[in-house]
């Protein structure tokens, strides 16, 4: 149970600072990571995250776990790159189903940092042995 831990704290690390380095490198290419995204913007960032969706100006992923405690575990492991980011998804959770819904309020739409953190909650998806790969029909 502990080598368990530490390498599930070693895997959320990884997902944190990987979302902190894409964060930051929009800051230094001077991109404001909570500037609305242009439409092409937006499609050509979406193309990055297969299975995504758009709606209402808003990125949408329905994600598949074994049971009920994983997808608990799961939403239980996007609060440290959520906090990272200063950035925080809706989670619908529904038996062992959890959508995440990404937007920017008060952008009133889609930023660079809706797409960092999504792609930072798929990669951390991608490491539950457990799940349906990739995000599934809502």
């Given at each position: 149970?502990?080598?368990?831990?530490?390498?599930?704290?070693?895997?959320?690390?990884?997902?944190?600072?990987?979302?902190?380095?894409?964060?930051?490198?929009?800051?230094?290419?001077?991109?404001?990571?909570?500037?609305?995204?242009?439409?092409?913007?937006?499609?050509?960032?979406?193309?990055?995250?297969?299975?995504?969706?758009?709606?209402?100006?808003?990125?949408?992923?329905?994600?598949?776990?074994?049971?009920?405690?994983e997808?608990?575990?799961?939403?239980?492991?996007?609060?440290d790159?959520?906090?990272?980011?200063?950035?925080?998804?809706?989670?619908?959770?529904?038996?062992?189903r959890?959508?995440?819904?990404?937007?920017?309020?008060?952008?009133?739409?889609?930023?660079?940092?809706?797409?960092?953190?999504?792609?930072?909650?798929?990669?951390?998806?991608?490491?539950?042995?457990?799940?349906?790969?990739?995000?599934?029909?809502?």
């Open positions: 149970m502990m080598l368990l831990r530490q390498w599930a704290n070693r895997i959320l690390l990884i997902a944190v600072s990987s979302l902190l380095l894409l964060v930051s490198s929009a800051y230094a290419e001077n991109l404001n990571p909570l500037v609305r995204l242009s439409e092409t913007e937006v499609s050509d960032r979406l193309q990055q995250l297969p299975g995504w969706t758009i709606r209402d100006q808003q990125l949408v992923c329905t994600y598949q776990l074994g049971s009920f405690v997808a608990i575990a799961f939403v239980n492991r996007l609060v790159p959520a906090e990272a980011a200063e950035h925080h998804p809706d989670l619908l959770i529904s038996y062992n959890v959508t995440v819904t990404l937007t920017t309020h008060d952008a009133g739409g889609l930023t660079a940092l809706d797409f960092a953190l999504a792609e930072a909650i798929a990669q951390l998806h991608n490491e539950i042995p457990s799940s349906t790969p990739g995000c599934q029909p809502n």
